[in-house]
T-cell receptor
Framework: EAGVAQSPRYKIIEKRQSVAFWCNPI?????LYWYQQILGQGPKLLIQ????????DSQLPKDRFSAERLKGVDSTLKIQPAKLEDSAVYLCASREGRGQRLNQPQHFGDGTRLSIL | GQSLEQPSEVTAVEGAIVQINCTYQTSGFYGLSWYQQHDGGAPTFLSY????GLEETGRFSSFLSRSDSYGYLLLQELQMKDSASYFC?????????????FGGGTRVLVKP
């Protein structure tokens, strides 16, 4: 089974520029998550999709961050304009998401390491 | 909101046993998970406890006490490859569906 694919692996931009990250979840996984992980901290949920609908975006800074999951498969996360405090690893995860099996694990990609200069 | 507390760092030698404690405060609690993350890598799932008690998976075991809002991950027969960060995470359920909230992580350093 192929894992969660993310690109790019690394990105360096200057503040106020824009950037986009791409995620391809495990085939058949209905639920997709984007997390922000600042160095030395745990992942923090930004947005959760169920198929192509947003389930939870309460922690997404909507003035600068946006995400979409067209057709319920791939997803993109965009930051515009970037700030210095956005330097972090952006992780995508997916989960089968069917039924109420709460012990279903989330499967993570390797993430995109974003550095803001 | 949710809060989780776990030690920031633990150091041990190969072959030893390490216990990583996690205490949490949350509403809508369903279960406690543990994830391992090597430097520069993806978090990978280790275990899930939805009920009180001990779950054993090879050298790793995880425990949950819902009444004490407490759990731990036990790493036995430590190996060098176990050097990584370990995160506890609570699963909560609400109007927005199931959600995973991570603790700050415990960095485990295994020495020869």
């Amino acid at each position: 089974e192929a894992g969660v694919a993310q690109s790019p692996r690394y990105k360096i931009i200057e503040k106020r520029q824009s950037v986009a990250f791409w995620c391809n979840p495990i085939s058949g996984h209905a639920t997709l998550y984007w997390y922000q992980q600042i160095l030395g901290q745990g992942p923090k949920l930004l947005i959760q999709f169920q198929n192509n609908g947003v389930v939870d975006d309460s922690q997404l800074p909507k003035d600068r961050f946006s995400a979409e999951r067209l057709k319920g498969v791939d997803s993109t996360l965009k930051i515009q304009p970037a700030k210095l405090e956005d330097s972090a690893v952006y992780l995508c995860a997916s989960r089968e998401g069917r039924g109420q099996r709460l012990n279903q694990p989330q499967h993570f990609g390797d993430g995109t390491r974003l550095s803001i200069l | 909101g949710q809060s989780l507390e776990q030690p920031s760092e633990v150091t041990a030698v190969e072959g030893a046993i390490v216990q990583i404690n996690c205490t949490y405060q949350t509403s809508g609690f369903y279960g406690l998970s543990w994830y391992q993350q090597h430097d520069g890598g993806a978090p990978t799932f280790l275990s899930y406890n939805g009920l009180d008690g001990l779950e054993e998976t090879g050298r790793f075991s995880s425990f949950l006490s819902r009444s004490d809002s407490y759990g731990y991950l036990l790493l036995q027969e430590l190996q060098m490859k176990d050097s990584a960060s370990y995160f506890c995470a609570v699963t909560t359920s609400g109007a927005a569906g199931n959600k995973l909230t991570f603790g700050g992580g415990t960095r485990v350093l295994v020495k020869p």
